[in-house]
T-cell receptor, first 113, second 112 residues
Framework: EPEVTQTPSHQVTQMGQEVILRCVPISNHLYFYWYRQILGQKVEFLVSFYNNEISEKSEIFDDQFSVERPDGSNFTLKIRSTKLEDSAMYFC???????????FGQGTRLTVV | GESVGLHLPTLSVQEGDNSIINCAYSNSASDYFIWYKQESGKGPQFIIDIRSNMDKRQGQRVTVLLNKTVKHLSLQIAATQPGDSAVYFCAENKAAGNKLTFGGGTRVLVKP
């Protein structure tokens, strides 16, 4: 069964460093997303991406965040200068059409120290 | 503002009993709802969805009920099994958009 894959599963970084979280969405999906989940809290929307551009973003997704689809398979989230409060699980998701269920990856646990 | 919330943070059920998880939403523009299951250390897993033109939808051992009048969503799990132990989230979306708004989650603990 096709699935969304994310790497790495765990990333530890020092405050102020840049991190890139990587995702391979399901191959025939057209819509891609990043969500995050701070420990013990609910899943929060960060950004949606379609047709090589951001279609919607939340207030969390400030200038420190960027997304890219560098080739036909990868979808990345970059945090330019990490802060302690960026520590969370980051989930990539994809969906085949607008307004349908999103399929989530297993997540990357980001720890900023 | 938009919000999706859950009434019960933890639900303990006996194996074999039915479980009911509730969710309230406040955005009347939402027309698509999803239940996700999240096991420890994993990403949300799609269980079942429902659109606002329906009030009930059934899957394998799961049923989702939607009451648009009171903006309430529920997930019923029949004959709950140990493998059903997880955190369950409701999420809402507008069909014209792709932003899922998640509720706070309910932890279901299945007792043998």
């Amino acid at each position: 069964e096709p699935e969304v894959t994310q790497t790495p599963s765990h990333q530890v970084t020092q405050m102020g460093q840049e991190v890139i979280l990587r995702c391979v969405p399901i191959s025939n999906h057209l819509y891609f997303y990043w969500y995050r989940q701070i420990l013990g809290q609910k899943v929060e929307f960060l950004v949606s991406f379609y047709n090589n551009e951001i279609s919607e973003k939340s207030e969390i997704f400030d200038d420190q965040f960027s997304v890219e689809r560098p080739d036909g398979s990868n979808f990345t989230l970059k945090i330019r200068s990490t802060k302690l409060e960026d520590s969370a699980m980051y989930f990539c998701a994809s969906s085949p059409r607008e307004g349908t269920e999103a399929f989530f990856g297993q997540g990357t646990r980001l720890t900023v120290v | 503002g938009e919000s999706v919330g859950l009434h019960l943070p933890t639900l303990s059920v006996q194996e074999g009993d039915n479980s009911i998880i509730n969710c309230a939403y406040s955005n009347s523009a939402s027309d698509y709802f999803i239940w996700y299951k999240q096991e420890s250390g994993k990403g949300p897993q799609f269980i079942i969805d429902i659109r606002s033109n329906m009030d009930k939808r059934q899957g394998q051992r799961v049923t989702v009920l939607l009451n648009k009048t009171v903006k309430h969503l529920s997930l019923q799990i029949a004959a709950t099994q140990p493998g059903d132990s997880a955190v369950y989230f409701c999420a809402e979306n507008k069909a014209a958009g792709n932003k899922l708004t998640f509720g706070g989650g309910t932890r279901v603990l299945v007792k043998p």
